[in-house]
């Protein structure tokens, strides 16, 4: 099992930044394929980023490509999301996710491949 918690979340103007942290507790981190997802009222969970175990291999969503960063600490336990040029539409609650299984380069994409979720932080963008 393994505990995260998100924070960093806010209320921020557009064009501004914004970094998110997800600490894990629990088994091993760096044995965890780590993503983070969003989800705006109303709408599906969407992916945002992924990362595996040691970092080699990252994925992102189209729109969000360029201006949001993934990384990770294993020695932290900790999964960050750095997020730049905010618009209105990143407006959403923030989750950070978990999954232990896979290989060293598996980036999960989908929501239900995930085991383990944090509660959520949420990001607001005023234009």
């Known amino acids: 099992q393994v505990q995260l918690v998100e924070s960093g979340g806010g209320l921020v103007q557009a064009g501004t930044s914004l970094r998110l942290s997800c600490t894990a507790s629990?088994?091993?981190?760096?044995?965890?394929?780590m993503g983070w997802f969003r989800q705006a009222p109303g709408k599906d969970r969407d992916f945002v980023a992924g990362i595996s175990r040691g970092a080699a291999r990252i994925y992102y969503a189209d729109s969000v490509k360029g201006r949001f960063t993934i990384s990770r600490d294993n020695a932290e336990n900790t999964v960050y999301l750095q997020m730049n040029s905010l618009k209105p539409e990143d407006t959403a609650v923030y989750y950070c996710?978990?999954?232990?299984?896979?290989?060293?380069?598996?980036?999960?994409?989908?929501?239900?491949?995930?085991?383990?979720w944090g509660q959520g932080t949420q990001v607001t963008v005023s234009s």
């Open positions: 996710a978990a999954d232990a299984n896979g290989y060293t380069l598996t980036v999960r994409t989908t929501a239900r491949d995930y085991e383990y």
């Open positions: 629990g088994r091993t981190f760096s044995g965890y394929v």
